[in-house]
């Protein structure tokens, strides 16, 4: 299962209900910051969360009401926080700004003493945890090194445990090994293949993250068949002359992209002050019904083979890993309430 929750949705500037950008991903143990717009360490005090094993930072891109908030955050993790390291992922440019960035917290030459780590990202796999990868692809903006983020399950086969008893396989080792794919022989000589006790392969869930993007057409493949596409809707379809010379999409846009790549679940982010968010919504569910914009905290969670479903950080219980909330299923008319 993975878990995002979103900690700023505004385009640019902040608004009375929107901070900037940035969102957080959870994946078992693992925590990936994406984005950090200023003011992003308040809305992770503000979700409930807190900077526990926040040592991962992905960077959409280099503007900067995407990484103003990182300074502040760096502080605050190397001073009171007592972490070890904080690996931080951008394209080049990017991670030019955030070294200027980083000089100015710790002073200049004192960035590998403080424990951070400047990481250029290159399009592929880029972390693989247990049981998941999480890889990168290019994003057409403003610039190079604009980068989008994939969090994908890895494709599993179920355990038969009918099958399993009627071919008297015992509980216990020779069940786990032929969970993980190798034969076995039985007391009785036998060898049974994992094929014979496996279901059908099952597809894990996939959450695809993008920032700022100019046009969609290079996503469709990137995207293809995510459970849950969140993408920036900062102009609609009256603007979209304004959107193109901004290096922006529109709602419209953002629902062609999440119906012509299969995707289940499209949740819309990056939303200007300019519109009211039931008009953004109701411009993208004309196209693509399963959409929702996002709200500062909304949590979404997405798992293998179920629809996702949303809930707000702030009635999430004990933690990352193994936790219980509180949680309802997706509604295709999820107006939000402002």
Known sequence: MFELVFLGTSASA???????????????????????GEGTQRQILRSGLGFRRLDKILLTHGHLDHILGLG???????????????????????????????????????????GISLNPIEVGALFEGKGFTLSAFSVPHRGAGCFGFTFEEETRSPFDNAKAEALGIPAGPERRELVAGRPVTLSNGRTVQPDEVLGEPQKGAKLCFVGDVSRTGPLHKAVAGADLLAIEATYLET???????????????????????????????????????????????????????????DLFQVRRGKPVEKTNATQRRGGAGGSRWERRPMQRKDAEAQ
């Open 239 to 297: 603007d979209r002359d304004m959107a193109k010379s901004h290096g922006h999409i529109t709602a419209r846009a953002a629902a062609r992209l999440a119906q012509k790549a299969g995707v289940k679940q499209l949740a819309l982010h990056h939303i200007s002050r300019r519109y009211h968010p039931q008009a953004v919504l109701a411009e993208a569910q004309s196209v693509f019904p399963a959409t929702v914009v996002a709200g500062d905290l």
């Open 72 to 114: 502040g955050l760096a502080s605050t993790l190397g001073h009171w926080e007592a972490l070890e390291a904080l690996n931080i992922y951008g394209g080049a440019s990017a991670l030019a700004r955030v070294h200027r960035l980083m000089e100015v917290v710790f002073g200049s030459g004192n960035i590998p003493q403080a």
């Open 14 to 36: 902040p608004s009375v209900h929107r901070g900037l950008s940035a969102a957080l991903v959870i994946a078992q143990e693992h925590r990936f910051l994406i984005d950090c």
